[in-house]
T-cell receptor, first 116, second 108 residues
Framework: EAQVTQNPRYLITVTGKKLTVTCSQNMNHEYMSWYRQDPGLGLRQIYY???????DKGDVPEGYKVSRKEKRNFPLILESPSPNQTSLYFC???????????????FGPGTRLTVL | GIQVEQSPPDLILQEGANSTLRCNFS?????LQWFHQNPWGQLINLFY???GTKQNGRLSATTVATERYSLLYISSSQTTDSGVYFC??????????FGSGTRLQVQP
């Protein structure tokens, strides 16, 4: 089944404890990205990747890191989480970058993160 | 940047009723998608519809790109249709721009 998977789905952690949220897709998509969803602010892009080893900042990158060593995986790293990073996180992928004419984006199931 | 406005913001229906959700956008787009966010927070792809009309069961969507709007029709609504419906557009930038959503509650 074609899908985007994320792990963990739920996570409660404490300030300053490094964590990684994994994202994997099995559709051979080039483009992957991370969004966060907050009440009243909607979905905002954190980072995106056009292809392996090509990443760039989205609208709200502060406090996050990403890497794209393999085409299928795009982990989101919080080196020192803070309470303002409590949010619902989504990974998304599409066949090719949005800038090349647009393609349907597929979203993972979401990761609900709470930072105490 | 592009503005995406959805209406109505909230909608309460009785089971079996029909509804139309609207999405207006302020600039040309490369594509447009409709999503359903269920009560568990998952974003479910409904339609990828840069233009024209598509149907999938009780749901259908129409995008008139030249007039910068899209409509999502839900017929014979069921309680499982409850949740938030988002319209999102791609302008050729690196990200989808989402509307603020329509919160739908279907009562039995």
């Amino acid at each position: 089944e074609a899908q985007v998977t994320q792990n963990p789905r739920y996570l409660i952690t404490v300030t300053g404890k490094k964590l990684t949220v994994t994202c994997s897709q099995n559709m051979n998509h080039e483009y992957m990205s991370w969004y966060r969803q907050d009440p009243g602010l909607g979905l905002r892009q954190i980072y995106y990747s056009m292809n392996v080893e090509v990443t760039d900042k989205g609208d709200v990158p502060e406090g996050y890191k990403v890497s794209r060593k393999e085409k299928r995986n795009f982990p989101l790293i919080l080196e020192s989480p803070s309470p303002n990073q409590t949010s619902l996180y989504f990974c998304a992928s599409s066949l090719s970058p949005a800038t090349s004419g647009g393609n349907e984006q597929f979203f993972g199931p979401g990761t609900r993160l709470t930072v105490l | 940047g592009i503005q995406v406005e959805q209406s109505p913001p909230d909608l309460i229906l009785q089971e079996g009723a029909n509804s139309t959700l609207r999405c207006n956008f302020s600039d040309s787009v490369n594509n447009l998608q409709w999503f359903h966010q269920n009560p568990w927070g998952q974003l479910i792809n409904l339609f990828y519809i840069p233009s024209g009309t598509k149907q999938n069961g009780r749901l259908s969507a129409t995008t008139v790109a030249t007039e910068r709007y899209s409509l999502l029709y839900i017929s014979s609504s069921q309680t499982t249709d409850s949740g938030v419906y988002f319209c999102a557009v791609d302008t050729g930038r690196r990200a989808l721009t989402f509307g603020s959503g329509t919160r739908l509650q279907v009562q039995p």
